[in-house]
Nanobody, 123 residues
């Protein structure tokens, strides 16, 4: 019964910054963490970043390392993806996800998925 909702996507100029948020709602949310994937037309969905709920352990794809920063608010069941120095190649639909409650780690065959939010980097 977990529902994820992303927000914050919009058109932004190259070099600009944008922060996305993802909030989980439902009866009970006890996932070990939450992460972000993105997908551009004609390309496969790729991992962006993830964070653990019980601590601040994070992981980032090489393509966004040192540009994107994850943070979280456990009380709000919300994660934030701060994206800096955006490039046209960052244009994609960004999806947040969370492993099912039975998963012992973030890497798991079973994820809840949000509907995605469009980020377009263009002048």
């Amino acid at each position: 019964q977990v529902q994820l909702r992303e927000s914050g996507g919009r058109l932004v100029r190259p070099g600009g910054s944008l922060t996305l948020s993802c909030t989980a709602s439902g009866r009970t949310f006890t996932s070990v963490g939450m992460g972000w994937f993105r997908q551009s037309p004609g390309k496969e969905r790729e991992f962006v970043a993830a964070v653990s709920w019980n601590d601040d352990t994070t992981g980032y794809a090489d393509s966004v390392k040192d540009r994107f920063v994850l943070s979280k608010d456990n009380a709000k069941n919300t994660v934030y993806l701060q994206m800096n120095n955006l490039r046209p190649e960052d244009t994609a639909v960004y999806f947040c996800n969370a492993p099912y409650e039975h998963c012992s780690g973030y890497v798991c065959p079973d994820y809840y998925w949000g509907q995605g939010t469009q980020v377009t980097v263009s002048s």
